[in-house]
C-alpha cells in the first residue's frame, strides 16, 4: 500500500445468507483496504451487498449469517474479536450512521437526554479529549440553536436536523472510522449536502476516515477520495474518483453513469440500463453483470473475470478492461 | 440491501407469511401441545372419556388417585363424591370451558371488529360514539359487569356466552379502530379509493386483511381471560349449572371435601392454570412476532 | 396554449388548503397551516406538467386534490373544464376511471396479500367488469409495461422494487385514463431502475396520449418529462413556465439554486442554501424564501411578491427577477458557521 498501514483492511470477505444447501452470496470475495482519514464511497444498486460489506465491519449482521474472511481494523481482528470488546470499538473507534433519521431516535426523550446518555459512556470508556458538552457536540455538526434543541424533542425537528443530531452523536469520541449507510437518502436535496459537508469536516477536525455507502452517484463523487463500485455482492471497480468518474473503466460503472439524468443543453438524456440485477441464488457462473452487457463476450459468460489493475489503485474486474475501449 | 434482510416486516404474502415464524424465539412447545390436548380434548369430549361424566358410582365415592394408596387404574385421576370419574369429568369440562370461550372470542370478536372497523374507517360522529361506548365498557371491571348481566340476564350457557361477548368486545374494537386508522393512510387504501372502490370493498379487501394478524393474536390471548372468566362465573354459581360440566363448578363442588379429598379440587384448578397460561403463553408469543410495539 | 378552444386537461384556479394542527397544550386553539396557497396553473391533453419543491412544499398536496382525496379550503380544480368538487356520485365514478396515480413507495402503494394479477385489474372491477374478464386482461397489462406475464401470480413481496413499480403504472393504465398523477413515481428507485421506469413514462405518455401531472424533487428527472415545470416553495408556486425556459433562465433564485444542484457537477459546498424551510406555524414576512436568499432586501421583509411575467409565458413571484434572471450573486448563501 503506499499510504502506509491501512486503517482498514478487509480480505476475503463472504457473507451468505440462506440454507447451506442453497447459499445467497450477498457480499463475495470483497477486498479492500482504507488509509487512516480518507473517504470511500461504495456505490451500488439494491441487493449490490454494500449494505451488507458495511454490518460484516460493524458485527451488526443477524445471526444467520455466515461471515467468512479477515476484517482488520487498526491491527485487531474484527471478526474473532470477543463481544465485549466489540461494542467497545464501536461507538468509539468505529462509529455508524444510518439511513433513516426518522426512526433513529427514541421518540419519548428530548435530544438533550439522549446525547447526554451517550457522552456518559463515552466518558466512561475512557472519553477523548474531544467530547465536549453536549452544546458543543451540536454545534460541531451546525444545528442553529443548540441549547434550544437540547430541550426538543425529535418529532420537533425536520429530518436534516435529526441527521445533524445523529452524526453529531456518533462522531462525539472523535471515531476513526465512521460508516455512513445512505446517510442522505431520506432527505431532501438542499439539505444532503449539509450532511455530507459534516463528514469532510470531520475527516479535517479529527482525522476520521469515512465510508460512506450510497446509491447517489453525484454524493459519492464531490465527497469521496476513492470509489468501489459493487455489482450483484462483488467488487467490480475500484479506483479513485476522479478516474473513475472521469473514465470509467468496468460496463457496469459505465452503464451506471449513463442512466443517470443529464442535463445536457436544453435536453435532459438518460440511458437505463437493460434488464434486471440477478437473482444472488441463482448467479451465473461468469461475470454476473453479463447478461446486461453490451461489451460481452462468450468468455464473460463461462468464467469470472480477474482483477486487473488500469491505473494506480485502480482496478476492474473485467475480461474486457484491458482492451481499452469496452 | 442484501437479498436476504430486504424483505421489509409484514411484507409477506399469506396470513402468516407462507410460514409460522412469530415471536422472538422459540415456539412455547408445551404450551402449544396443552393447548391442542384441549381442543382435542372438546372436540373428542364423550368419545375419549373413559366414562359418562355424570355417571355416579357409589361403590368407588372419593376414590383417590391411581398412584394414592387406595387407588385404582379404573379411576386414574380418582373419582368425586357421588363417584364419578374426576378425568371424564375434567374432559367433559374442557369441552365446556373451552366451547363457551370460544364463542364468547368469536362472538365479541365479531362484533368488536365490525364496529371498529367502521369507526376507523368512517371517522366523524361513527367513532366518536362508538369510542366512548367502548371507553365506558373498558371502565367497568368485567366480572362485576358480568355479575350485574347474569344477575340481570339468567344463567345457562347461551346467557354465558352473551355475558362474556359484553365483556370482550370493546377490546377488538379499540384495537381495530386503531389498526384501521394507520392503515387506512396508507397508499395502496388512498390508490384504492382512487381506483373507484367504494368504502365498504376497501374496508373487507384492503384493511380488514392487514389487520387481521392482531385480531388473531388478541383472540388466542383472549381464550384464556375467557376461560378464567366463565370459570370465575360458575364457582360463583352463576355460570354453567348441573349437570353440565365445568372446572369452575367442579371447584366449588370439591370445596366442601378439600380436606379430605384434595383431588377434587385440585384438578380443576390445575387444568383452569395451565389452559390460561398456555393461551397466554402461546398468545404472547404470537404477539411479540406480531405486534412488536405493544399495542395489544 | 391560449388559443385553444377546449379547456385545458387541468385548470386550477386559486387552490388553497389548510389543515388545522392540533393544539399543543389542553386549552390551546387548533391552529390552521397552509399546505397549499392560492396555487395556479393549467395542463393541456397529452402534456406533462411537472411540480417541483422540497418536502413540505405542498406538491404531494396537489396531487391529493387532484386525486379527490382531499378537498380545497379554497379555490377551484377543473378537469377538462368540470369542476371536480362539484361532482354527482354518477359524475365522480366516472372521474375515478378518468384519473389514475402512481406514488412514490413500490412497497407501500400495493396491497401486500393480493396477487398481481388481482392488484392490476382491481380497478377494472371497481368499475363493474367481472372478475374473470377482469383478470383475463392482466398478462396484456403486465407486457404493456414490460413484466413477463406469468409475474401475474405473484405477491408483491416476490417483485423488486422497480417490478414493483411497473405493477403500479400497469393498475394505474388498466382503466384507460386520461389523466395520470405521477407523486415522486422514481424517487425511492435504484438509479439504472429510475431511468427505466422514467423511459418507460414516457413511452406510454406517447403511445397512449396520457397527461401528466409528474411531481419530484430532482429537476433533471421532473425535467425529462415535463413540458412544463411549476416551482414551490412553502406552499406557493414561485415559478412557473416552460421546462426549457425555466431551466435555461430561472427567474426565482430558489429554482436557479435547483437548477445548480440538478447538473449535480458543482463541487460540495459551492452550492449552499442556508438554513431549512421556515416554521410553518410562524412563517416569516414578506416573501417566504427570503430568509434564505442571497438576493432579499426590505422589500423582500415587507411585501409578498406576486406572480409577474418574466417572459412570456414564464411567470416568477420575485421581487428582483432580474437580477436573479441575469444571474447578478451567486447561489452560494453566507456559510453557516457558528462563532
Redesign the interface.
Known amino acids: 500500500m503506499p499510504h502506509g498501514e491501512p486503517l482498514l483492511a478487509i480480505r476475503g470477505l463472504n457473507v451468505e445468507f440462506g440454507l447451506p444447501a442453497r447459499p445467497v452470496r450477498a457480499v463475495a470475495d470483497a477486498d479492500l483496504t482504507l488509509a487512516p482519514g480518507e473517504i470511500l464511497g461504495i456505490a451500488g444498486e439494491s441487493g449490490s451487498g454494500k449494505t451488507t460489506l458495511c454490518a460484516a465491519v460493524m458485527r451488526t449482521l443477524p445471526r444467520t449469517a455466515r461471515v467468512s474472511g479477515r476484517v482488520e481494523f487498526a491491527g485487531k481482528e474484527l471478526l474473532s474479536l470477543p463481544e465485549r470488546e466489540m461494542a467497545r470499538l464501536r461507538g468509539r473507534d468505529l462509529a455508524m450512521v444510518l439511513q433513516n433519521p426518522m426512526t433513529s431516535l427514541d421518540p419519548l426523550y428530548t435530544i438533550g437526554n439522549q446525547l447526554e446518555e451517550v457522552l456518559r459512556e463515552r466518558r466512561r470508556g475512557g472519553g477523548a479529549g474531544r467530547l465536549g458538552s453536549a452544546v458543543e457536540v451540536l454545534r460541531r455538526v451546525h444545528l442553529t440553536a443548540p441549547e434550544l434543541r437540547l430541550r426538543q424533542y425529535p418529532h420537533q425537528l425536520s429530518g436534516g436536523m435529526r441527521q445533524r443530531v445523529l452524526v453529531g452523536m456518533a462522531t462525539a469520541a472523535a471515531p476513526r472510522l465512521l460508516i455512513a449507510d445512505e446517510p442522505t437518502t431520506a432527505l431532501d436535496a438542499s439539505i444532503q449536502d449539509e450532511i455530507l459537508i459534516l463528514f469532510r469536516e470531520l475527516r479535517e477536525s479529527a482525522g476520521t476516515a469515512v465510508v460512506i455507502v450510497t446509491h447517489d452517484l453525484s454524493a459519492i463523487r464531490r465527497l469521496s477520495d476513492r470509489v468501489v463500485i459493487m455489482y450483484a455482492g462483488r467488487i467490480v471497480e475500484e479506483g479513485p474518483t476522479v478516474e473513475v468518474f472521469r473514465a470509467p473503466r468496468h460496463p457496469y460503472t459505465q452503464a451506471l453513469l449513463a442512466s443517470l439524468p443529464r442535463i445536457e443543453e436544453e435536453e435532459v438524456v438518460l440511458q437505463p440500463i437493460p434488464g434486471q440485477v440477478p437473482d444472488l441464488a441463482r448467479l451465473p457462473p461468469g461475470c454476473a453483470f453479463a447478461a446486461r452487457c453490451p461489451a460481452a463476450i462468450p468468455l464473460c459468460r463461462e468464467e469470472r473475470p480477474r482483477e486487473r489493475t488500469v491505473g494506480e489503485r485502480h482496478r476492474v474486474f473485467c475480461w474486457r478492461a484491458g482492451e481499452g475501449a469496452a | ?8 416486516p ?5 396470513l402468516f407469511g407462507g410460514r409460522i415464524r412469530a415471536g422472538a424465539g422459540r415456539p412455547p412447545l408445551f404450551a402449544t401441545a396443552i393447548c391442542l390436548l384441549l381442543v382435542v380434548a372438546a372436540l373428542g369430549g364423550g368419545a375419549i372419556a373413559p366414562y359418562v361424566p355424570d355417571e355416579a358410582d357409589f361403590t368407588a365415592i372419593l376414590a383417590p388417585p391411581a398412584w394414592v394408596e387406595g387407588g385404582s387404574l379404573a379411576h386414574p385421576l380418582g373419582t368425586d363424591q357421588l363417584g364419578r370419574d374426576m378425568l371424564s369429568r375434567l374432559i367433559a369440562g374442557a369441552r365446556i370451558s373451552l366451547l363457551t370461550a370460544g364463542a364468547a372470542v368469536l362472538a365479541g370478536g365479531t362484533v368488536g371488529v365490525a364496529l371498529g372497523l367502521a369507526a376507523g374507517y368512517l371517522g366523524g360522529v361513527v367513532e366518536a360514539v362508538v369510542m366512548r361506548v367502548v371507553d365506558a365498557f373498558l371502565a367497568l371491571p368485567f366480572i362485576l359487569m358480568a355479575l350485574a348481566f347474569v344477575a340481570a340476564l339468567g344463567t345457562g350457557i347461551g346467557n354465558i356466552i352473551l355475558v362474556m361477548m359484553l365483556t370482550n368486545w370493546a377490546r377488538y374494537a379499540r384495537l381495530v379502530r386503531s389498526e384501521v386508522v394507520s392503515i387506512k393512510k ?3 387504501v ?9 368504502p365498504l ?1 376497501i374496508a373487507l ?2 384493511i380488514l ?2 389487520a387481521l394478524t392482531s385480531i388473531l393474536v388478541l383472540g388466542v390471548l383472549d381464550v384464556g381471560r375467557a376461560i378464567i372468566l366463565e370459570s370465575s362465573l360458575s364457582f360463583l354459581g352463576l355460570g354453567i349449572q348441573p349437570p353440565d360440566v365445568s372446572w369452575g363448578l367442579a371447584l366449588a363442588e370439591g370445596r366442601t371435601y378439600m380436606t379430605v379429598a384434595w383431588w377434587l379440587t385440585v384438578w380443576p384448578g390445575l387444568a383452569i392454570v395451565l389452559a390460561v397460561m398456555s393461551f397466554n403463553a402461546l398468545g404472547e408469543w404470537l404477539k411479540a412476532g406480531f405486534d412488536p410495539r405493544g399495542r395489544l | 396554449m391560449s388559443a385553444d378552444a377546449a379547456p385545458p386537461m387541468v385548470e386550477a384556479i386559486g387552490l388553497t388548503k389548510t389543515f388545522a394542527i392540533p393544539a399543543a397544550t389542553l386549552f390551546g386553539r387548533a391552529r390552521p397551516v397552509a399546505a397549499a396557497v392560492d396555487v395556479s396553473f393549467r395542463i393541456p391533453r397529452g402534456r406533462t406538467f411537472g411540480l417541483v419543491g422540497e418536502s413540505g412544499s405542498g406538491k404531494s398536496t396537489v396531487a391529493k386534490l387532484l386525486l379527490k382525496l382531499e378537498a380545497p379550503s379554497a379555490g377551484r380544480l377543473l378537469v377538462e373544464g368540470q369542476d371536480i368538487f362539484a361532482q354527482t356520485p354518477a359524475e365522480e365514478l366516472a372521474y375515478r376511471r378518468k384519473v389514475q396515480a402512481v406514488f412514490q413507495d413500490p412497497y407501500g402503494a400495493l396491497s401486500p396479500r393480493m396477487r398481481a394479477d388481482r392488484i392490476v385489474t382491481e380497478p377494472l372491477r371497481a368499475h363493474g367488469m367481472d372478475r374473470r374478464e377482469a383478470e383475463a386482461r392482466a398478462p396484456e397489462l403486465l407486457r404493456l409495461v414490460g413484466l413477463p406475464p406469468d409475474s401475474a401470480r405473484k405477491y408483491p413481496h416476490e417483485f423488486s422494487g422497480g417490478q414493483r413499480q411497473r405493477l403500479a403504472i400497469a393498475r394505474a393504465l388498466s382503466v384507460d385514463p386520461a389523466l395520470l398523477v405521477l407523486d415522486e413515481p422514481v424517487s425511492a428507485l435504484d438509479v439504472s431502475v429510475r431511468a427505466q421506469v422514467l423511459t418507460l413514462l414516457r413511452e406510454m405518455q406517447q403511445r397512449l396520449d396520457l397527461t401528466y401531472l409528474f411531481i419530484g424533487h430532482d429537476l433533471a428527472v421532473v425535467r425529462y418529462l415535463s413540458d412544463t415545470v411549476g416551482v414551490m416553495y412553502f406552499g406557493r408556486l414561485v415559478e412557473l413556465g416552460p421546462a426549457r425556459r425555466v431551466l435555461r433562465r430561472p427567474a426565482h433564485p430558489y429554482t436557479r439554486r435547483l437548477v445548480a444542484l440538478a447538473a449535480g457537477d458543482a463541487p460540495l459546498g459551492a452550492v449552499r442554501l442556508q438554513g431549512e424551510l421556515p416554521n410553518p406555524l410562524a412563517p416569516p414576512s414578506g416573501c417566504l424564501f427570503r430568509t434564505r436568499c442571497p438576493y432579499a432586501d426590505a422589500t423582500c421583509a415587507a411585501r409578498l411578491p406576486e406572480m409577474r411575467l418574466a417572459e412570456p409565458d414564464h411567470l416568477v413571484a420575485c421581487h428582483h427577477h432580474e437580477a436573479v434572471a441575469a444571474g447578478a450573486k451567486a447561489e452560494t448563501g453566507p456559510m453557516l458557521q457558528e462563532a
Do not use: I, K, T, Y
Not at chain 2, 10 to 14: C, F, Q, V, Y
Not at chain 2, 190 to 198: M, S, W
Open positions: 440491501m442484501s437479498a436476504a434482510a430486504g424483505e421489509r409484514g411484507d409477506a404474502g399469506g396508507r397508499d395502496f388512498l390508490l384504492a379509493r382512487v381506483a373507484g372502490l367504494r370493498p379487501r384492503h386483511p392487514n
